[in-house]
């Protein structure tokens, strides 16, 4: 296992494409159970406008060999920061290159955008079934209700 990024002052690469995701070997892959991040304060941009886009974004999976070193996902997420895509673009590409890096039994991404041109959007995303067995908890984050 060779970490480049933990422990050391690290750039905020410059496109998801040059970010970097690495893993640890999984200390219990013979226990079935959830990992879950949040980011409640993911930005992207508008790939027409280039105006910010805002999602609280909530990642679960199930981790069989490996599990994602979180400095190299904070980078990963920080570096949509400067990048065009619209809302379904960023949550499945986040999802899928998650399952490239660690091979989990199962993941899931919930993508809870807030309102463009008036109209939140919500964007979900599982690899499949989840693992008879699993626990798993509610996102916690309620649908867009503006401020009512």
Not at 54 to 67: G, N, R, S, T
Not at 113 to 136: A, H, K, M, N
Request: hydrophobic share 40%; with cysteine.
């Amino acid at each position: 296992m060779t970490l480049t990024q933990l422990g050391q002052a690290t750039a905020l690469p410059a496109d998801p494409e040059q970010a970097v995701l690495e893993t640890v070997p999984n200390p219990h892959p013979d226990s079935l159970y959830l990992v879950r991040f949040a980011a409640p304060e993911f930005t992207s941009l508008c790939p027409i406008t280039g105006q910010p886009d805002f999602a609280h974004l909530v990642i679960d999976y199930a981790p069989e060999a490996a599990l994602v070193e979180s400095k190299s996902l904070k980078l990963f997420l920080g570096s949509f920061r400067n990048h065009g895509a619209f809302h379904e673009d960023c949550t499945l590409a986040i999802a899928k290159r998650l399952v490239a890096a660690t091979a989990p039994k199962w993941l899931r991404i919930a993508g809870y955008w807030y309102p463009r041109g008036g109209i939140p959007i919500d964007v979900f995303w599982q690899t499949g079934l989840p693992p008879e067995g699993l626990w798993l908890p509610d996102s916690g984050v309620p649908s867009y209700r503006g401020r009512g």
